[in-house]
């Protein structure tokens, strides 16, 4: 079967051997010339989700991730809303994560990245926005990581998770160790993914010690999951992981 349809922007699945001895990938994935075409097709993917969840008078819940890989899947889904009339007006978002303690209006804070790279440029209701509070004090945290993951169950679930991967293998910011049923909480954050925030925060004395993530398990509820990983300073980590995973799908 193929894989990705040019014409229609279809990223389809080849179903994996029956018996875990017959599959060649444990996840399925697709290798494409550019981030920049693969991000149209995901892009496309998503916009063909709101579109039929609005003709359904249905609620499109997303799960978004920041960083560098999802940006061009953002630029095309502003794209599509100013040029092609796609509306966000149906579409509620739960974002995977945000540092700890971080305040919104600070420019490394992921609330502000997905304001400036997508919210600010939609037409999405900010009601339906929900990002990780950097700002819940110590004493409050459990319960608020308790209730982001009550408030993705109220929305439906995640009808699409978007991710990336970091250097550690971490989704979201699921460190190694992190367990398959973690749920919304606090983490500590990998040397190495501090070690990469070091530059955007000037110095890795200024990057948080510790995040709020949804867990891997909240992540594979969601009903279909694309993870993005480009260039070559991913192919270790995503050979690693490909390779790792058993017994989960
Ligand atoms: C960000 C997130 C992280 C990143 C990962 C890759 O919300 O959840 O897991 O996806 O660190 O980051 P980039 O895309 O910058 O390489």
Not at 6 to 21: C, I, N, R, V, Y
Not at 98 to 107: A, D, F, H, L
Request: glycine share 8%; with cysteine.
């Amino acid at each position: 079967m193929q894989d990705i349809d040019l014409e229609t922007k279809k990223l389809t699945h080849s179903p994996a051997g029956q018996f875990e001895e017959t599959r060649f990938e444990k996840i399925h994935n697709v290798i494409f010339n550019g981030a920049n075409e693969a991000s149209i097709m995901v892009a496309s993917e998503i916009a063909a989700l709101i579109r039929k969840k609005a003709k359904d008078n249905e609620q499109c819940v997303l799960g978004l991730a920041t960083g560098s890989s999802p940006l061009e899947v953002y630029e095309e889904l502003i794209r599509m809303h100013k040029e092609d009339g796609l509306s966000f007006a149906n579409v509620t978002t739960f974002n995977l994560d945000e540092y700890y303690p971080m305040e919104k209006q600070n420019i490394q804070s992921y609330h502000y990245f997905m304001h400036e790279n997508l919210f600010d440029h939609i037409d999405i209701h900010p009601k339906n926005i929900h990002i990780p509070d950097g700002t819940v004090t110590d004493d409050n945290l459990y319960a608020y990581c308790l209730d982001y993951e009550m408030q993705i169950e109220a929305a439906g679930g995640l009808d699409f998770q978007l991710l990336g991967i970091g250097r550690t293998g971490h989704i979201g910011f699921n460190e190694p160790g992190s367990h398959f049923n973690s749920g919304t909480r606090s983490i500590t954050l990998d040397h190495v993914t501090r070690v990469d925030a070091s530059s955007a925060f000037l110095g890795i004395d200024n990057v948080p010690t510790k995040a709020i993530t949804m867990g891997i398990g909240t992540v594979s509820t969601a009903k279909r999951i694309v993870l993005l990983a480009w260039g070559a300073n991913k192919a270790e980590i995503l050979k690693q992981s490909l390779k790792m995973r058993k017994n989960f799908l």
